[in-house]
C-alpha cells in the first residue's frame, strides 16, 4: 500500500470511530452485511481499467488525475463529476485487473468519496447518484470491501444503509426518467441485498411508477434519447442480477420493462453496431453497447414499429434506415432535445452511409457552445429544412417552442419492400406547408427510394417562394463525386460497395459539414444538399439511393 492510501486508511479508520458511526454500532447490534453479491455480466472496457490503474479517469476526450482526485472539490452536476461520484467505472476497473490489484485503487476512492461525503448529506446524495453508486457499489463490492480495515468496511456499509434511506424518502425527487429509475432501482437493491435496508415491496412500487412515467408502452423512453436506453438497459441489468443473486422472484413488470427497453435499444443500432445520433447524443463506442446487450441477460428483436419511442426501423439484407418519426420529447425530459422530426440514418453492412451530425450527449465537450446549439437545428439533421427554419423552434434559452406535435405515419410490407410514409406539421404556422416524407427499401436491400413533399394546408401563404434544402449528411470516409448532370453523387466508401445517389426536381450540390465521435470531438465531413424553392402550392423532390452490387 502506497503512503497516500495509508494515510487516507488511517483517517478512514478514524472517522469510522466518530459518534456517528458508534450509534450505528450500538450495543448488541450485528455488524452490518450484504446478504449476497450480484454478478454483473457485463463486460467492462478493459482500456479504461487499465487507464484507472495507471492513476487517471478519462471520459471522452478528458482525463482527470486520480492522485489529486478530491471529491469534496469534484462537486456533481457536470459529466466527469457524476461519472466519477456514480461508481460505474469499478467495471471497467475490473475489466482489466485481478480484484486484489482492483481492489487497491477502488477502496482508495471509496475511501476518498466517504471523507467528503460520508459524514453529511449534500449533492452527492442526489437521489440519482446514490441509486447508481448501490448498484456498482454492491455488484463490486469484492473490489471496496476487501480491505481488513474493519472501521473502512463499516463505514461504508453504514453510509451504504443510509444512502438507502436516504432513497428511501427521496427517490421520487429525482428528476422524471432514468434519473428517477436509477434512484428507484438502486432502492430495491438495498432492499435485496443489505441488512437492516428498506422494504422490497415499497421500493418495488416506487420503480413501477417510475418506469410507467418514464417509458412508453413499447418500451422507449420519453426523452427519446438512445444513449439514455442503453444506460436504462444497464439498470434493469444490474436489478436483475441482485434479484437473482438474493434468490429472489423478479416481478413480472419489471422482466416485461426490461424487455421492451432492450427490444427499443435494438431499433435504434446501425449496421456498425453503435447508436444512431440523435436528441444531442452521438453513436457512442459499438464495443461498449454490444458488451452491455450479450450481457444484459435478455435478447429481444429490434423495435421496428415504435409509436410511442418514435424511432422506425426498416433493415434489408444489411441495410438500415432508422427514421425519426414523432416530435421532439417534452423540454422536461430532454432538455437538449433536437427538431430532427422525419429525418434518417442510414448504413450499409458495418458502413454508415447517411448519418445525422449527433452532439456530445453526456460527454464533457469542448466544444463551443454555439456549435452544440447549433447541432440540434433542423439543418444538423438529414432531412428537409424550409427558408432556414427549424421544424420545430428552438428557442433563444436553449427550450424548444412551437413546431412539429402532429405527425401521421403509415407503413407497409410486402414481397417486394418496405414502405413508410410519415408528415409532420412543422412548417404549417410560417409557411402553410406539411412536409410528406416517403421512404422505400426494396428487400434485396439495394435501393432506396425517397420523396419529400411540401403539402399546402392552412391559412399561411407563401407570398412569392420559398428556398428550401435537403440535407443528406454523409458518414467520415464517404466521398461523394457529383455526376456530370449534377443530378447525382456516385458515394464511394472504404466499408462498402459504392452508392449511387439520384434526385430529380432541384439542384444537388456538396457542402461541407461535420460529425461528432463518441469521445466528443468534431470531425469534419461532406453532405448532399438539393435546394430549390416552392411556391404557396408546395412542391415534391424524389431521390434515390442504389447499391452498385
Given at each position: 500500500?502506497?503512503?497516500?492510501?495509508?494515510?487516507?486508511?488511517?483517517?478512514?479508520?478514524?472517522?469510522?470511530?466518530?459518534?456517528?458511526?458508534?450509534r450505528l454500532f450500538a450495543s448488541g447490534?450485528?455488524?452490518?452485511?450484504?446478504?449476497?453479491?450480484?454478478?454483473?455480466?457485463?463486460?467492462?472496457?478493459?482500456?479504461?481499467?487499465?487507464?484507472?490503474?495507471?492513476?487517471?479517469?478519462?471520459l471522452g476526450s478528458e482525463a482527470v488525475?486520480?492522485?489529486?482526485?478530491?471529491?469534496?472539490?469534484?462537486?456533481?452536476?457536470?459529466?466527469?463529476?457524476?461519472?466519477?461520484?456514480?461508481?460505474?467505472?469499478?467495471?471497467?476497473?475490473?475489466?482489466?485487473?485481478?480484484?486484489?490489484?482492483g481492489a487497491r485503487v477502488a477502496e482508495?476512492?471509496?475511501?476518498?468519496?466517504?471523507?467528503?461525503?460520508?459524514?453529511?448529506?449534500?449533492?452527492?446524495?442526489?437521489?440519482?447518484?446514490?441509486?447508481?453508486?448501490?448498484?456498482?457499489?454492491?455488484?463490486?463490492?469484492?473490489?471496496?470491501?476487501?480491505?481488513?480495515?474493519?472501521?473502512?468496511?463499516?463505514?461504508?456499509?453504514?453510509?451504504?444503509?443510509?444512502?438507502?434511506?436516504?432513497?428511501?424518502?427521496?427517490?421520487?425527487?429525482?428528476?422524471?426518467?432514468?434519473?428517477?429509475?436509477?434512484?428507484?432501482?438502486?432502492?430495491?437493491?438495498?432492499?435485496?441485498?443489505?441488512?437492516?435496508?428498506?422494504?422490497?415491496?415499497?421500493?418495488?412500487?416506487?420503480?413501477?411508477?417510475?418506469?410507467?412515467?418514464?417509458?412508453?408502452?413499447?418500451?422507449?423512453?420519453?426523452?427519446?434519447?438512445?444513449?439514455?436506453?442503453?444506460?436504462?438497459?444497464?439498470?434493469?441489468?444490474?436489478?436483475?442480477?441482485?434479484?437473482?443473486?438474493?434468490?429472489?422472484?423478479?416481478?413480472?413488470?419489471?422482466?416485461?420493462?426490461?424487455?421492451?427497453?432492450?427490444?427499443?435499444?435494438?431499433?435504434?443500432?446501425?449496421?456498425?453496431?453503435?447508436?444512431?445520433?440523435?436528441?444531442?447524443?452521438?453513436?457512442?463506442?459499438?464495443?461498449?453497447?454490444?458488451?452491455?446487450?450479450?450481457?444484459?441477460?435478455?435478447?429481444?428483436?429490434?423495435?421496428?414499429?415504435?409509436?410511442?419511442?418514435?424511432?422506425?426501423?426498416?433493415?434489408?439484407?444489411?441495410?438500415?434506415?432508422?427514421?425519426?418519426?414523432?416530435?421532439?420529447?417534452?423540454?422536461?425530459?430532454?432538455?437538449?432535445?433536437?427538431?430532427?422530426?422525419?429525418?434518417?440514418?442510414?448504413?450499409?453492412?458495418?458502413?454508415?452511409?447517411?448519418?445525422?451530425?449527433?452532439?456530445?450527449?453526456?460527454?464533457?465537450?469542448?466544444?463551443?457552445?454555439?456549435?452544440?446549439?447549433?447541432?440540434?437545428?433542423?439543418?444538423?439533421?438529414?432531412?428537409?429544412?424550409?427558408?432556414?427554419?427549424?421544424?420545430?423552434?428552438?428557442?433563444?434559452?436553449?427550450?424548444?417552442?412551437?413546431?412539429?406535435?402532429?405527425?401521421?405515419?403509415?407503413?407497409?410490407?410486402?414481397?417486394?419492400?418496405?414502405?413508410?410514409?410519415?408528415?409532420?406539421?412543422?412548417?404549417?404556422?410560417?409557411?402553410?406547408?406539411?412536409?410528406?416524407?416517403?421512404?422505400?427499401?426494396?428487400?434485396?436491400?439495394?435501393?432506396?427510394?425517397?420523396?419529400?413533399?411540401?403539402?399546402?394546408?392552412?391559412?399561411?401563404?407563401?407570398?412569392?417562394?420559398?428556398?428550401?434544402?435537403?440535407?443528406?449528411?454523409?458518414?467520415?470516409?464517404?466521398?461523394?463525386?457529383?455526376?456530370?448532370?449534377?443530378?447525382?453523387?456516385?458515394?464511394?466508401?472504404?466499408?462498402?460497395?459504392?452508392?449511387?445517389?439520384?434526385?430529380?426536381?432541384?439542384?444537388?450540390?456538396?457542402?461541407?459539414?461535420?460529425?461528432?465521435?463518441?469521445?466528443?470531438?468534431?470531425?469534419?465531413?461532406?453532405?448532399?444538399?438539393?435546394?430549390?424553392?416552392?411556391?404557396?402550392?408546395?412542391?415534391?423532390?424524389?431521390?434515390?439511393?442504389?447499391?452498385?452490387?
Amino acid at each position: 500500500m502506497s503512503a497516500d492510501q495509508s494515510a487516507q486508511s488511517a483517517v478512514v479508520r478514524k472517522l469510522a470511530k466518530r459518534p456517528l458511526f458508534s450509534r450505528l454500532f450500538a450495543s448488541g447490534r450485528q455488524p452490518l452485511k450484504l446478504v449476497a453479491v450480484p454478478r454483473d455480466h457485463v463486460q467492462g472496457d478493459r482500456q479504461r481499467g487499465e487507464a484507472l490503474l495507471a492513476g487517471r479517469f478519462v471520459l471522452g476526450s478528458e482525463a482527470v488525475s486520480l492522485s489529486d482526485l478530491d471529491f469534496a472539490a469534484l462537486g456533481t452536476g457536470g459529466p466527469m463529476a457524476d461519472a466519477l461520484q456514480g461508481f460505474s467505472w469499478l467495471r471497467d476497473l475490473a475489466a482489466a485487473s485481478s480484484r486484489e490489484k482492483g481492489a487497491r485503487v477502488a477502496e482508495s476512492l471509496a475511501g476518498g468519496w466517504l471523507l467528503a461525503h460520508g459524514t453529511r448529506v449534500d449533492d452527492a446524495w442526489r437521489p440519482d447518484l446514490w441509486g447508481e453508486r448501490i448498484l456498482f457499489w454492491t455488484a463490486y463490492a469484492p473490489y471496496i470491501l476487501s480491505s481488513r480495515d474493519s472501521g473502512y468496511r463499516s463505514a461504508l456499509l453504514n453510509t451504504l444503509v443510509r444512502g438507502a434511506r436516504h432513497l428511501d424518502a427521496n427517490a421520487d425527487k429525482a428528476l422524471p426518467g432514468l434519473d428517477r429509475i436509477t434512484a428507484w432501482a438502486g432502492l430495491v437493491t438495498a432492499g435485496l441485498l443489505v441488512q437492516g435496508g428498506v422494504r422490497v415491496a415499497r421500493a418495488e412500487s416506487g420503480l413501477a411508477r417510475a418506469l410507467s412515467t418514464a417509458q412508453f408502452e413499447d418500451g422507449g423512453l420519453i426523452s427519446r434519447t438512445p444513449s439514455q436506453q442503453a444506460l436504462l438497459v444497464d439498470r434493469l441489468a444490474l436489478l436483475r442480477a441482485s434479484y437473482f443473486a438474493a434468490k429472489q422472484s423478479l416481478p413480472d413488470t419489471i422482466e416485461a420493462a426490461a424487455a421492451a427497453a432492450l427490444a427499443a435499444l435494438h431499433g435504434v443500432t446501425m449496421g456498425d453496431g453503435g447508436l444512431s445520433s440523435w436528441q444531442g447524443g452521438n453513436h457512442g463506442e459499438p464495443a461498449r453497447l454490444h458488451a452491455l446487450i450479450e450481457g444484459c441477460g435478455l435478447r429481444a428483436r429490434p423495435l421496428r414499429q415504435a409509436r410511442g419511442w418514435g424511432y422506425h426501423r426498416l433493415s434489408a439484407l444489411g441495410t438500415v434506415i432508422v427514421i425519426d418519426a414523432a416530435p421532439p420529447p417534452p423540454a422536461k425530459m430532454a432538455p437538449s432535445g433536437c427538431a430532427s422530426t422525419l429525418a434518417f440514418e442510414m448504413s450499409d453492412g458495418p458502413q454508415r452511409l447517411v448519418i445525422n451530425c449527433g452532439g456530445p450527449g453526456a460527454l464533457p465537450t469542448a466544444l463551443p457552445p454555439e456549435l452544440v446549439e447549433g447541432l440540434r437545428t433542423t439543418a444538423a439533421h438529414s432531412t428537409l429544412v424550409v427558408s432556414d427554419t427549424n421544424s420545430t423552434a428552438i428557442m433563444p434559452d436553449g427550450s424548444l417552442g412551437k413546431g412539429a406535435e402532429d405527425v401521421t405515419i403509415s407503413r407497409s410490407e410486402d414481397n417486394d419492400c418496405s414502405r413508410l410514409e410519415a408528415s409532420h406539421d412543422g412548417y404549417v404556422r410560417g409557411f402553410g406547408l406539411v412536409h410528406k416524407r416517403s421512404l422505400m427499401l426494396g428487400n434485396d436491400g439495394k435501393e432506396i427510394r425517397g420523396a419529400d413533399q411540401m403539402i399546402a394546408k392552412g391559412r399561411r401563404k407563401i407570398r412569392d417562394a420559398a428556398p428550401y434544402a435537403i440535407r443528406f449528411h454523409l458518414a467520415p470516409g464517404v466521398e461523394p463525386t457529383i455526376t456530370a448532370d449534377r443530378m447525382g453523387a456516385i458515394l464511394r466508401s472504404p466499408g462498402a460497395p459504392p452508392w449511387n445517389f439520384r434526385c430529380r426536381g432541384a439542384n444537388l450540390t456538396v457542402e461541407e459539414s461535420l460529425t461528432i465521435d463518441s469521445r466528443g470531438r468534431m470531425v469534419p465531413t461532406t453532405q448532399l444538399v438539393i435546394q430549390g424553392e416552392v411556391a404557396a402550392i408546395g412542391g415534391e423532390v424524389a431521390w434515390q439511393f442504389r447499391r452498385s452490387s
